[in-house]
């Protein structure tokens, strides 16, 4: 071991004691945390490309949860569609000809408890609100108590606001999301959609309040089959929405997919700058802790102090 004989020489050893504390403590720090570094200062030359990483990571992360969001939203349109069209096609495959059945449950009283469970599935509700009510989330889209009974007809559309005899209570369509950089989404359907809804609606309502129907009765012939055929030409809209939706829900998968790529490549980045190797540096922590007790040791020496007092 070198004398240390004079007070620049000591005071050398005690700075250079220091740097190796000030060394041991960023190694303690680096095995318990795992990273190499604790702020942006240890690491200048890397400390824009770290900002960055994390940057898009945690924008990548808020897509994917927009994503994982809009999943849960669609699979509950998905799942209403699907109701909306089984139980109308069963329904459309009676017309005309049940329309003339005056046996319970008659046509009108079937058409009464289809219009109610049609309401039902439009007034479905996800985590977030009403999916079917476009911007208004928070609203039953689906009002039926406004809809015309005496004057009900299979002419005149009925997916206004109650207000003025119709039955939608919810919102303008919802804007486009977006759920990666440059690509977003348009899913939003309303309940007052003209295609699908607004006819099912408008022939079920029809049905409920105009009966009972005689066969012998040309109009009554030419309302009946014109409601089957509407009813038809509805659920030739639920599949094509369900066709939408469905391509849709594949995009999300894919973005999804292109995300957790995107994720995963930035952390690696971010880990390269910063993970810890385990065991290079609780190697240097061992070597530095017998060259501080060296130190410590010879600094004690010098002055005839134990080691406890000059830690004091």
Do not use: W
């Amino acid at each position: 071991m070198t004398r240390i004989s004079t007070a620049a020489e000591n005071n050398l050893v005690l700075y250079y004691m220091q740097q190796n504390q000030s060394n041991l403590d960023n190694l303690n720090a680096q095995i318990s945390t795992g990273d190499t570094a604790q702020t942006y200062s240890q690491i200048p030359e890397q400390t824009s490309q770290l900002v960055d990483l994390r940057a898009e990571t945690a924008q990548q992360q808020g897509f994917t949860n927009t994503i994982n969001v809009l999943s849960t939203r669609m699979q509950t349109m998905s799942l209403s569609l699907q109701g909306i069209e089984t139980a109308v096609s069963s329904f459309a495959d009676q017309l005309p000809s049940a329309a003339f059945n005056q046996s319970n449950p008659t046509i009108s009283q079937q058409a009464s408890g289809l219009l109610q469970q049609i309401a039902g599935y439009l007034n479905v509700q996800d985590g977030s609100g009403y999916v079917f009510g476009g911007t208004d989330t928070s609203t039953p889209p689906v009002d039926l108590a406004a809809l015309p009974t005496a004057t009900a007809s299979l002419t005149t559309p009925v997916n206004g606001p109650p207000s003025s005899g119709g039955y939608y209570a919810g919102g303008p369509a919802s804007a486009a999301v977006q759920i990666n950089t440059g690509v977003s989404v348009n899913y939003s359907i309303t309940a007052n959609n003209a295609q699908a809804f607004e006819p099912i609606i408008r022939v079920l309502n029809f049905l409920a309040n105009q009966g009972p129907f005689s066969s012998t009765n040309p109009v009554d012939q030419a309302n009946a089959t014109q409601a089957g055929q509407m009813l038809n030409q509805a659920v030739s809209g639920l599949t094509s929405l369900q066709g939408t939706l469905g391509l849709q829900q594949a995009q999300l998968n894919n973005e999804l997919k292109i995300q957790q790529n995107t994720v995963n490549i930035a952390q690696n980045g971010i880990s390269t700058i910063v993970a810890t190797n385990q065991a290079t540096a609780i190697t240097q922590l061992q070597t530095l802790e017998t060259q501080l007790q060296a130190s410590f040791s010879a600094t004690s020496a010098i002055s005839k102090l134990s080691l406890a007092n000059y830690l004091g």
